[in-house]
T-cell receptor
Framework: GENVEQHPSTLSVQEGDSAVIKCTYS??????FPWYKQELGKRPQLIID?????GEKKDQRIAVTLNKTAKHFSLHITETQPEDSAVYFCAASGGKLTFGQGTILTVHP | KAGVTQTPRYLIKTRGQQVTLSCSPI?????VSWYQQTPGQGLQFLFEYFSETQRNKGNFPGRFSGRQFSNSRSEMNVSTLELGDSALYLCASSPGRRTTEAFFGQGTRLTVV
């Protein structure tokens, strides 16, 4: 089955810096790659996603890149703000979502 | 449009008991997936239902089961509860057959004592 590895497990940045979270997946049949943000005590919220026919997608300060050949995809957050602090999960799907282990992002004011 | 609704929000059960959790998907969504979230294991896939049929199943023991009704509402059941079943159980609804653009409910926090 699909296996998704996510790195780093924790990430600490200063406000205004950029943050990058990377994921690799194993199943070449996966064709949908969403990213979720989960704040403490809340549900995971879909923040951005990318499909295998696209290499990059951007939404304001958030961007995701996908390299299907290397089977990895990344989340980029620019100009980080304290409210970006949360746990971020990547996932890969060729039919069912398989999640990475999560990255705890802390943005220091 | 109402979001995904899970009930109850919190549950305390004793070892050996069984529990049923409920999930109402977003109106019009026909796919419901269930996940177990624990601090050490992240989000683990339990099963997915579409049109009342289980389409995928994760690596959980047979004590974990589920079903989906004709109105797309879903329930999951855990029998013979163990301490290790304590977790946040999340369901997610998606519009179609394959799980894309999944939207999560608030979850049910199950504590087994």
């Amino acid at each position: 089955g699909e296996n998704v590895e996510q790195h780093p497990s924790t990430l600490s940045v200063q406000e205004g810096d950029s943050a990058v979270i990377k994921c690799t997946y194993s199943d070449s049949a996966s064709n949908y790659f969403p990213w979720y943000k989960q704040e403490l005590g809340k549900r995971p919220q879909l923040i951005i996603d990318i499909r295998s026919n696209v290499g990059e997608k951007k939404d304001q300060r958030i961007a995701v890149t996908l390299n299907k050949t290397a089977k990895h995809f990344s989340l980029h957050i620019t100009e980080t703000q304290p409210e970006d602090s949360a746990v971020y999960f990547c996932a890969a799907s060729g039919g069912k979502l398989t999640f990475g282990q999560g990255t705890i992002l802390t943005v220091h004011p | 449009k109402a979001g995904v609704t899970q009930t109850p929000r919190y549950l305390i059960k004793t070892r050996g008991q069984q529990v049923t959790l409920s999930c109402s998907p977003i109106s019009g969504h026909r796919s419901v997936s269930w996940y177990q979230q624990t601090p050490g294991q992240g989000l683990q896939f339990l099963f997915e239902y579409f049109s009342e049929t289980q389409r995928n199943k994760g690596n959980f023991p047979g004590r974990f089961s589920g079903r989906q009704f004709s109105n797309s509402r879903s329930e999951m059941n855990v029998s013979t509860l163990e301490l290790g079943d304590s977790a946040l159980y999340l369901c997610a609804s998606s519009p179609g057959r394959r799980t894309t653009e999944a939207f999560f409910g608030q979850g049910t926090r199950l504590t087994v004592v």
